[in-house]
């Protein structure tokens, strides 16, 4: 079982930097793919950034290609969402995920099968 907690969310204005942190407890991070996916009220939760379980490959969604970065520290069992440029079309619930798998990244959060309880991001016009 894998449990997953997200923290860094907050308040900032149009054009800020904010920094996901997902925490996962679980005896090695190692062959999980991992994921960042967002979720606006009344909208379906979207892809946002996902990374292979060695961290060489990543991929983003095209509306924050450029302004957000997603890294992992296996070590340390941490996944990261660095944004930056925030827009207030970012506010969203953030979920962290997770899915044992081989393939370098996947998109369809159906696919993953661990999720973090979210964190809201708001950005301020």
């Known amino acids: 079982q894998v449990q997953l907690v997200e923290s860094g969310g907050g308040l900032v204005q149009a054009g800020g930097s904010l920094r996901l942190s997902c925490a996962a407890s679980?005896?090695?991070?190692?062959?999980?793919?991992m994921a960042w996916f967002r979720q606006c009220p009344g909208k379906e939760r979207e892809f946002v950034a996902g990374?292979?379980?060695?961290?060489?490959?990543?991929n983003y969604a095209d509306s924050v290609k450029g302004r957000f970065t997603i890294s992992r520290d296996n070590a340390k069992k941490m996944v990261y969402l660095q944004m930056n440029s925030l827009k207030p079309e970012d506010t969203a619930v953030y979920y962290c995920?997770?899915?044992?798998?081989?393939?370098?990244?996947?998109?369809?959060?159906?696919?993953?099968?661990?999720w973090g309880q979210g964190t809201q991001v708001t950005v301020s016009s």
């Open positions: 679980i005896r090695t991070l190692n062959n999980y793919v």
């Open positions: 990374i292979s379980w060695s961290g060489i490959s990543t």
């Open positions: 995920a997770a899915v044992y798998s081989p393939v370098a990244t996947m998109m369809a959060d159906i696919l993953y099968d661990y």
